[in-house]
């Protein structure tokens, strides 16, 4: 395991694009998240600039430019909660929180992951924020759940 960033980008010494792509994904790994001042030790490895870096990383949904959300919220894709009606569970999300999977809201409070399986296919459909699974779930019950979150950060 690195101990720092400046480790993680010294890895690469080819300067290709699946290398870069590579440490983009260690260093958010680490990090949680590509923030300008790892962007810019990256774009000075990679003899690139800050802009054509954010250009790239942001052309795939994986990575993301801020922190997780205080509240972050996996939502289930797997095919038992796809199967069951997960999309519009998402969209829902989405919609209330004006971000797409992958963002995190500005204020910070929420941030939504798409992810494969919860392993909790018999719940489904299913969301986890912050560790606590939510089953069986219904796009019309998303709005107070996300209230019930907001007034318990108040
Ligand atoms: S597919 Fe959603 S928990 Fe497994």
Do not use: W
């Amino acid at each position: 395991m690195a101990d720092s960033i400046d480790e993680i980008i010294g890895k690469y010494s080819n300067t290709n694009r699946n290398d870069l792509l590579d440490a983009l994904q260690d260093t958010q790994d680490f990090a949680g998240y590509l923030s300008e001042e790892v962007i810019t030790k990256i774009g000075k490895h990679f003899n690139l600039a800050s802009a054509k870096i954010y250009g790239i990383a942001s052309f795939y949904d994986q990575f993301r430019f801020l922190p997780q959300g205080k509240f972050h919220i996996k939502i289930c894709n797997g095919t038992a909660c796809h199967l069951s009606e997960s999309k519009p569970i998402q969209k829902e999300l989405e919609k209330l929180l004006k971000i797409k999977a992958g963002q995190t809201t500005r204020d910070g409070l929420f941030s939504i992951e798409e992810v494969a399986c919860l392993g909790s296919c018999g719940l489904a459909p299913v969301i986890a924020i912050n560790g606590e699974f939510y089953p069986s779930m219904k796009p019309a019950e998303i709005r107070d759940i996300l209230d019930n979150l907001k007034k318990s950060d108040a």
